[in-house]
Structure formats: C-alpha cells, structure tokens
C-alpha cells in the first residue's frame, strides 16, 4: 500500500466548469489535486490507492458515481467518497451513506462547507490506511513463527495449559514453554490475552491444528524434548 501525500483528492464531474472551480479552491486550501470527467477514466488512473478523498458527482456519462463507488469497494483499498450533485434526493443520499460515504453535498454548496467535507474525508482515509498497516505489520508476525510455533500458538488460544499442549504435540513441557516464550516475543505482546486479541485482529486460523502430528517425528522421549 501507498504512503504517499494523504491530501491527494480526486475529482470526477463531467462539468469541466465544476472540475476547475472545486480543483482551484482545493488547492488554495493545500490539497493536490487531479481531475477526472467520467468514471472510467477514474478507474483506469493507475495510481488509485494514493487518492485520499475522491469528490463524486452522481451523473455521469458512463457509470453513475453510486455505480462508481460499487465498483471502488471490489478494489483492496478504496479512498473515502464525497459525493456532489445537482440532482440528488433522500432515498439516493441514503445509498450513499450507507454504502460508505462520507458527505453528501448538493449543488452549489458553501465553500467552507465542502472543504470541512474534504477534510473529514482525508481523516477517514488516514484512519483506514493506519488501520491497514498495523494488520499488515499483525500478519507479518504471525508469518514470521514456524510451524511449531503455530501449533503451540493455537494451544495457548484455545486456552490450554503447557502440559496439555505438550501432550497434544507429543513434545515436552518444557519444549512447550520455549515455543511460547518465542512467541510472545516474535508477536510483540506481554500476556495471553494480547495475544488472543492480536491473533483475532490479523484473523489467524485458531483452529485445532494444535493435535496435529506428523507420522515421520520420532516418539522417544528424549528425542522429543529436543524437537523444535
């Protein structure tokens, strides 16, 4: 995912007039700013994910801005929607909103009024993109245990005790507390239940794979309390 500038707006309206007058007073409000006609030259932008807030208008030559946002939510990350229209009514507002967006603003509206829309639109998209990065920063720490470490970690999940793990894994206790201890520190948390929350949040499998074996590990004893 981008990091790019967080106050990259968009702007589709087939009105090259309505394109040009809300472009130059997001400028002069500090926004970079692009500028679209219709929804299919949005779509076909390549760099889509560095938009911050995208200022729709409902009629389009092509697709509809409510179509428009349909199709934005199929994408891995879509940016938060202003919608601006001439023609807009309470049952189409209501679609909107529901659908995601953040304001719906009729032509012709109040300078201030859009800009504060606009803003709170980048906050939004802020808050997702934080969102976002932290289950990315979650998933990778999860991907970084090794596959014991995983059976041991769905365990300690579903609240089992040490000894009931190592009797699952057929492995000893001790063995067991130095996969946990590993854990908690490729994970980054100092308790069970930072754990379980993390776990829930970056959507591990939890699982009963934790008994598990594989038929090729040897059963002795000894052997065991060595096994990684």
Known sequence: MSGTNQSNVAIVDDDASVRQALARLLRTAGHSVQTFGCAQEFLQHPAIDDIGCLVLDVQLPDLNGLELQAALEQLARAPAVVFISGYGDI??????M??????????PCDAQVFLNAVAQALQVDNAQRSRQRELTAERMRLASLTQREHEVLHGIIAGMRNKQIAAELAICEKTV??????IMDKMGVRSVAELVRLTEHAGADT??????????????HAHLCMQA
Not at 209 to 218: A, C, N
Request: hydrophobic share 30%; charged share 25%.
């Open 91 to 96: 049952p189409m507002t209501v679609r909107a």
């Open 98 to 107: 529901r659908a995601g967006a953040v304001d719906f603003l009729t032509k």
């Open 177 to 182: 507390k130095v996969h946990r201890a590993h």
């Open 207 to 220: 699982g009963n794979s934790v008994t598990k074996k594989t038929s090729t590990e040897p059963q002795t």
